[in-house]
């Protein structure tokens, strides 16, 4: 099956390096899956606004971009557990033939349609199977993959301590998104194991960031509060990186740090991190485009930070 | 956290007042058809056990407790909503606890959808939505990081490119269609920082 990358608004314009990182880690040089571009791909669009506002204009806007996946017979891979969370759920509202026909009628006005992708039933039957939707964490962890993952580390990350965010929109709902265990995931921390190092188990692994739903942008005190208790919980299991699936969780620990500590936790997305074990060139992975200096991290497993 | 009310007190006029007597011209008897119809199918089911406030991060953090909005939503108290309809972090944590399979943080959404129809719009929704209008995404595209992206060998940015003006078009034509932009006041001219 070919997969269309979906990275989304906060990944390509604040933290390229992490679709630096995504690229090579699919690409020739590492994984070698049939990932390819789809460049008419908008805004996913954003949950905490769209969905929270007016659910016909998130759910005419999320068909568009399974429109587009649809046409290609691909599977969308996103990279951010927003995009991911709202194209999965706009899916299952898509499966209801009524909200189909309502949407379908928005989608005429740009020559859209959104039906499913066609498959061969019995005789000359056809089956329309909904656009599946992947977390990149959930492709990477197919039996198949992790062994490739697991031949191509050049370089082990042994030592390197290592706090798991999930995130909440990786979970939950568990009627959307059951591709992991939504009181005990084990993909992120078995990617991270195979990789060489070790996932700390903290207090409170499972709580929120404090960025989804709006409140990063209208209570960014509040915000910064939720982060301040995680970020107790993971310094006092001595950690020596964050390492999230989510780019919006990223930007919530990688900005709001600054505000309670001086000595920060460097936090990197799991697809950086597997790049670093991987042998991609360091300097490429935009590390040092975070505000909280990835150098301890480099120091720790023995690169020399530039 | 005396700063975080005062931040969303100050966006929003209401203020909660504990002593006031509550008289029936206070309540409000649509209000929990309103949240229904915008989603909130679970209000009026819930058993009051307070496991979805619990678990909330919101709800240990300042005064806003999950199960206390709920039972004002099935009173019709309108007003004592007013002040946390924006500090839910939409975590589904909530519903992944409660006993009965309910779903709080969609009668939250369904709280927010109601508040934009009373034209209680926070500036961030008004920020984002008239950058997708203008920009087909979300979040602007950085000067800075366009450059950094040279450096990596990325490829350019897709709303750098000229086929970018046709996929605008038809994100412009969507949100005209569903008559978003009425309902937040944004045309497709103007941009936000």
């Known amino acids: 099956m070919t997969y269309a990358y979906f990275f989304g608004c906060v990944i390509p314009s ?32 954003v949950p905490g606004i769209f969905y929270s506002t007016d659910r016909d204009t998130w759910l005419a806007l999320a068909a568009r971009n399974l429109c587009l996946a649809q046409r290609g017979k691909m599977e969308v891979m996103t990279v951010c557990n927003g995009c991911y969370g709202s194209l999965l759920k706009a899916t299952e509202y898509l499966s209801e033939p009524k909200r189909m026909g309502q949407v379908n009628k928005v989608l005429s006005k740009v020559g859209m349609k959104y039906t499913g992708i066609a498959e061969k039933g019995e005789g000359t039957r056809r089956i329309f199977r909904p656009v599946s939707v992947r977390h990149f964490v959930d492709v990477i962890h197919t039996d198949g993959v992790m062994m490739e993952l697991a031949k191509g580390i050049k370089k082990p990350l042994s030592g390197l301590k290592v706090a798991v965010h999930y995130g909440c929109h990786y979970l939950r709902p568990t009627e959307h998104t ?7 995931p084990v993909k992120v921390d078995d990617i991270v194991k195979v990789l060489g190092a070790e996932s700390v188990d903290y207090e409170d692994k499972l709580a929120c960031c404090g960025a989804g739903g709006g409140v ?14 995680k970020f107790k919980n993971i310094s006092s299991e001595n950690a020596d990186v964050i390492v999230t699936p989510c780019p919006f969780c990223l930007l919530q620990f990688d900005n709001s740090q600054k505000t309670f500590t001086k000595r920060g936790i460097p936090v990197v997305h799991v697809a950086q991190l ?18 909280v200096s990835c150098n301890p991290l480099l120091a720790k497993i023995g690169m020399v930070p530039k | 956290m005396g700063e975080v009310e005062k931040v969303f007190i100050s966006g929003l006029s209401e203020k909660l007042t504990e002593d006031k007597i509550i008289t029936e011209k206070d309540l409000d008897s649509e209000f929990a058809t309103e949240i229904i119809r915008y989603g909130g199918k ?8 307070g496991n979805c406030t619990g678990v909330c991060p919101i709800s240990l953090k300042i005064e806003y407790k999950t199960r206390t909005t709920i039972k004002y939503c099935q009173f019709g108290m309108k007003q004592h909503t007013l002040n946390t309809r924006w500090v839910c972090a939409t975590c589904y944590r909530c519903y992944e606890h409660c006993p009965a399979d309910l779903n709080p943080a969609e009668v939250m959404i369904a709280l927010r959808h109601i508040a934009i129809r009373e034209g209680i719009i926070p500036p961030f929704v008004k920020a984002a939505a ?18 950094e992206r040279v450096k990596m060998g990325l490829p350019d940015l897709p709303q750098t490119k000229p086929g970018w003006s046709q996929v605008r078009k038809e994100v412009v034509a969507i949100i005209e269609a569903t008559k978003y932009d009425r309902l937040l006041g944004i045309t497709s001219k103007e941009g936000v920082e």
Request: proline fraction near 4%.
């Open chain 2, 42 to 49: 679970d209000v009026m089911t819930c058993l009051q056990c």
């Open chain 2, 130 to 147: 008239a950058n997708l209008m203008q920009f087909g995404l979300t979040v602007k595209p950085d000067e800075a990081m366009i450059k």
């Open chain 1, 14 to 45: 604040r933290y390229p390096g992490i679709e630096y990182a995504v690229r090579w880690v699919t690409g020739k040089q590492g994984l070698n899956l049939d990932v390819v571009d789809i460049p008419e791909f908008s805004c996913c669009p």
């Open chain 1, 274 to 291: 597997m790049a670093i074990a991987m042998g991609a060139d360091v300097g490429k992975l935009g590390l040092e485009l975070h505000n």
């Open chain 1, 216 to 229: 990063r942008s209208h209570v960014v005190e509040l915000a910064n509060a939720l982060c301040e208790d």
């Open chain 1, 178 to 184: 059951a591709i992991d265990d939504a009181n005990d």
